[in-house]
């Protein structure tokens, strides 16, 4: 043990953060473009919990929403190019007529599986996290039987969103082009996500709807004595956020590959509940975090893509990989934990609301 | 979790030695055998395990003047059920396709030890008293113990060593990638030590890049397929390839789309891909493959001559068990060179002349 202070001093710390910085530089095209990727899902998910949180209903069923609309999406756009052939794709994103019809189908199988949750916790007032589970729960299992029967016909999908081509000039220029490149190097679910975190933070900060929202998030009966709907509000942020949450499901399964697999979203609801948290319940926050957790994966990813030499690469290189792996949680839980303060959620969020005229 | 992670728990493959030095069969001639197939989930005509494991049993049982009947479970939890609805109408060998049902089929064959039990991509791990071992132990001797179970297992790394010669021959940049699942399954890590060995034996000089996709999630490293493209999508790009070796079950499918995406050339596992990955078809050039239906089809064969024993039953080139799936791709130009030296590799392979696999077969060194 003693010898501990004599290998830290071995080890030229300063030269290390150099070539960290030096090592980060040189894969910033890549990383940047896996940070988007990864964030993505995350984001919609995230933004979904916090329509809900924020009108005081909380939501674990991402998952099973995501799961879901991935499912649906996929199907549909098979089934339909089946039917009626893919037809002549538009020049832009690739879009073609069964593709936007297994989106219409998805974002509507989403709301359809949050007027579940909504019904279940708001009208029936049961405890929302068991809603919230049991749609998880429910979501995997259908989606997976239903795969089963129907994956083995090896049924082609009607395909996919195509990326946004940037021109090679911008995507060549360091740095400012490879983040370009990362922004735009996308598909529409992926574009849009941007203006949606940016229509919903001006929404909700700013708007008589966000108000509302965020009355009967905090104080229900007070928002309700000055004639705000409180049960009719959260039905209505419930179903619609079940939207964005089967966007990020859909992205899954039709724009950033174009099939499906049982359990395919492995845990980015989840993510996303942790996003939302860390980002404090705001849209700006919870992408915020997503990208701090997408940005850490395609770090990690790198450096077991391609090492890292030096003094910097014996020290990475002898971290098992398991801890890099690992380390987007880690840090996730870290800067919940202590970075940004306390996270407080709204006040009555995961409470019924019953009406005091009620019986 | 279903498709082709079958082959990624292909970790039961330690039991190898164990059966090694099984005992000789009892010869049993039985003019009528009634043969039933008990598939995984899914469909019969999947172009996959259950597909090519229920011909195999058909072509065998056609050769004996008899019929295969076949069953497919409607979940995980319907397997032990449908094993015991042939054991219950008197079948005397049952075929179980893929790891998945490895476990179902021990004990089935623990409690009829008169019926002569097939796993397909199984070596069974059994502890001392026969029991399907969870802990992979192995203590017990399951040729021994269950005579009657046959497991078979293909020698991946012979399959991969074909796979790495296509891939060397079609990359342009001098650099080809593979990806496993995780680096800790010895099915995985034989199939990307024989494609490092095929292709530097046909180009000396290839550089060939591996990575996995995840250090022991099994959710990521063989049911995300949008992991798996975003993943390869870095891979591709960060390390250049220009050829893409997938063996990673729905991830990597992601990373045939990512392949696809990339305008790069992508590579099949376990079956013939381009018929069971439609998806990827216009850049999958072929595919490392097992010969399901050979090694299901010998085996029922070698039941009805009386000379099969129980344990775990190897395939490889030599019992034709492996192979590579034909070049239906034509918009990739292959070498003219490329089939001579396959065909070359298959019969030192057959001779068993062919080093495939490094002494650390099974188990990665970085």
Known sequence: MSDIPGALDAIPLLGILFQLFGYVLANLQYVSNTTVAVAVPITLAALCGVMCERSGVVNIGLEGIMLTAAFVGWFVAAEAAGAMGTGTPLPYFGITMPLVIGLVAALVAGMAVSLLHAWLSISLRIDQIISGTIINIGAAGITGYLYSLISSQSLVGAGQFQKLQVPPGVVDIPVVGWLINAIFDQGPIGLVTIVIVVVLQIMLFRSRWGLRTRASGEHPRAAETVGIDVVWLRYRNVVASGALAALGGVWLSMEQTGNFNAGMTQGRGFIGLAAMIVGRWTPLGAFGAALLFASVTGLSQSLTISHPTGDLGSLINGVPGEFWEALPYIITIVVLAGLIGRSIAPAADGQPYERESAS | ?366
């Open chain 2, 1 to 366: 979790m279903t498709g082709k992670l079958r082959t990624a728990f292909g970790l039961l493959a330690t039991a190898v030695l164990v059966a090694a030095c099984s005992s000789s069969a009892t010869p049993v001639p039985s003019p009528s055998l009634k043969i039933g197939v008990v598939t995984d989930v899914g469909r019969v005509d999947d172009k996959n395990f259950n597909q090519y494991s229920y011909e195999g049993a058909k072509a065998a049982a056609a050769a004996l003047g008899t019929t295969a009947e076949y069953v497919v479970p409607k979940d995980a939890s319907d397997y032990t059920t449908d094993i015991q609805s042939f054991v219950d109408k008197n079948y005397n060998v049952i075929v179980t396709v893929g790891f998945n049902l490895g476990d179902a089929t021990i004990k089935a064959a623990k409690a009829n030890p008169n019926i002569w039990f097939i796993a397909v991509d199984v070596a069974p791990c059994v502890d001392a008293t026969g029991a399907p071992d969870s802990t992979f132990t192995c203590a017990g001797d399951a040729s021994k113990l269950l005579p009657k179970l046959i497991g078979i297992t293909f020698q991946e790394d012979q399959a991969g060593y074909l796979a790495g010669i296509v891939a060397a021959s079609v990359s342009k940049s001098g650099t080809i990638g593979q990806l496993g699942g995780i680096n800790n399954n010895p099915a995985v890590v034989r199939y990307l030590q024989g494609y490092q060995l095929g292709a530097a034996s046909y180009n000396p000089s290839i550089k060939v890049v591996t990575d996995f996709f995840s250090t022991g999630d099994l959710g990521k490293a063989y049911g995300d397929p949008g992991f798996g493209k975003t993943f390869s999508d870095q891979f591709i790009t960060q390390t250049g390839v220009d050829v893409l070796f997938q063996v990673a079950g729905g991830t990597g499918n992601g990373a045939l789309d990512a392949a696809c995406a990339a305008n790069i050339i992508g590579i099949g596992v376990d079956v013939d891909e381009y018929l069971s990955y439609p998806t990827a078809d216009k850049c999958i050039v072929t595919s490392a493959e097992k010969h399901l239906s050979s090694a299901v089809n010998q085996t029922i064969t070698a039941i009805s001559k009386g000379t099969a024993a129980g344990g775990v039953s190897k395939f490889n080139a030599a019992n034709d068990g492996i192979g590579i799936s034909p070049f239906h791709n034509t918009a990739i130009t292959i070498p003219g060179d490329v089939q001579g030296k396959l065909d070359a590799a298959l019969l030192q392979m057959k001779a068993g002349t062919l080093k495939t696999c490094p002494t650390t077969c099974g188990t990665w060194a970085p």
